[in-house]
């Protein structure tokens, strides 16, 4: 089945196409983006690339030959390089240089985008719940409850989402720029800083210095609070894990393996709405609803693809199809309680969670056998 189709990934600063540009999966040379809203260096590498395009990328590369990749198994990475703008209207400046209202009151500027409004996560343009299989909402209840209470989402929503905040999501976070190092594959992040004066920033904050610490330590409220991502400074982050198996096409969690193309067959794919399937990832705005990136993983049937790696007719009626809305990637999400905020009802969540669970074994728990893995 995998021998039928292949990925391209594309990245942009918003969902519409023309803004999207192709990625060059495992080179190490970045691609860059500048908007008014940020500056982006990306790298995309995929493992075991044998059914992607462009048609001369690499395997793989050296990225998941160093450590810790190769004791992990990560089998993909999207690394970024950004540095945050200061937007805001300058239109109304007195002569004294400062921002001031209409009525001649100074504007305090904002110093950056807080922790709790940027967001890296996964999103669709199109209903997913009919290919989802059993336990699935369950499962992601867990997720989002007691795993990681940042992550909120609606994988059974017209338009699914699932987000968090971006300094509890990416695996490494970096202030200031991170290396090139060919031998690693081109961009390389290390948590911490590349300065005395960021380490001093993280140090004064409580930021821990181990990156799964840090991760920890940023899904409470009140440590999110203590971070801003600066107007005018560079941020390095990585994101990688060995779940999504491109090569086979396929979703591998532990206890936990889902086929992705059982559940994106027999869906219609030979229409022209269908020929094409894509795995969005978004850095965004929480409040605003503002698309500072979006990075997408398509997968095409291999004839709607020329010898050169161009699309066809079908393949590009298909995308056009797709670009067409933005629903509510653009908009301010709802506020959801969570573990740590003020007024959530931790007794009534648990209660709520075994409901859902229904006695079903999860990794070894008690219960009856779970039916849900989908081998």
């Known amino acids: 089945m995998a021998d039928k189709y292949l990925i391209r990934v594309t990245a942009g600063p918003s969902y519409d196409l023309s803004s999207q540009k192709e990625i060059a999966v495992n080179k190490p040379e970045p691609t860059h983006f500048e908007t008014d809203s940020m500056d982006i260096d990306l790298s995309v590498r995929v ?36 540095t945050p703008k200061d937007v805001q209207d300058m239109s109304s400046v007195n002569e004294s240089g400062q921002r001031v209202d209409d009525a001649g009151v100074e504007i305090v500027a904002e110093t950056g985008i807080s922790a709790e409004d940027l967001q890296f996560g996964n999103n669709f343009d199109h209903p997913i719940r009919d290919r989802l299989p059993p336990g699935f909402g369950t499962a992601m209840n867990i997720v989002k409850w007691w795993i990681d209470p940042g992550l909120e989402g609606d994988a059974y929503a017209d338009e699914p989402y699932l987000y968090g905040p971006a300094l509890s999501s990416f695996n490494t976070v970096r202030i200031g720029k991170g290396e090139f190092d060919e031998s690693k594959g081109g961009m ?31 899904l409470r409220k009140e440590n999110k609070a203590k971070w801003v991502w600066e107007y005018g400074q560079t941020y390095s982050v990585d994101f990688f894990n060995p779940y999504v198996d491109f090569k086979d096409f396929a979703l591998r969690l532990p206890g936990f393996n889902l086929p992705i193309m059982k559940y994106w067959d027999g869906q219609g794919l030979r229409t022209h709405q269908k020929r094409s399937h894509q795995l969005r990832y978004v850095l965004r705005n929480r409040s605003t609803g503002e698309v500072y990136l979006v990075v997408l993983f398509t997968l095409h049937l291999a004839e709607d693809i020329n010898e050169d790696g161009s699309l066809k007719p079908a393949a590009l009626k298909a995308l056009a199809k797709k670009s067409g ?23 009534k969540a648990l209660e709520e969670a075994k409901k859902k669970l229904g006695g079903m074994k999860l990794n070894g728990g008690a219960g009856k056998e779970n039916d849900d893995d989908v081998d």
């Open 47 to 82: 493992n075991n690339y044998a059914h992607g395009l462009p048609r001369d990328a690499p395997a793989t590369s050296a990225y998941f030959e160093a450590e810790p990749h190769k004791h992990n198994g990560d089998q993909y990475s999207i690394t970024l390089q950004f």
């Open 188 to 218: 390389w992040v290390e948590e911490g800083a590349d300065s005395e004066a960021g380490n001093k920033w993280r140090e004064e904050r409580g930021v821990p210095a181990d990156g799964k610490a840090r991760m920890k330590w940023a």
């Open 325 to 347: 809305g933005e629903g509510n990637k653009g908009e301010k999400l709802p506020d959801i309680k969570k573990p740590g905020d003020e007024g959530f009802d931790e007794e």
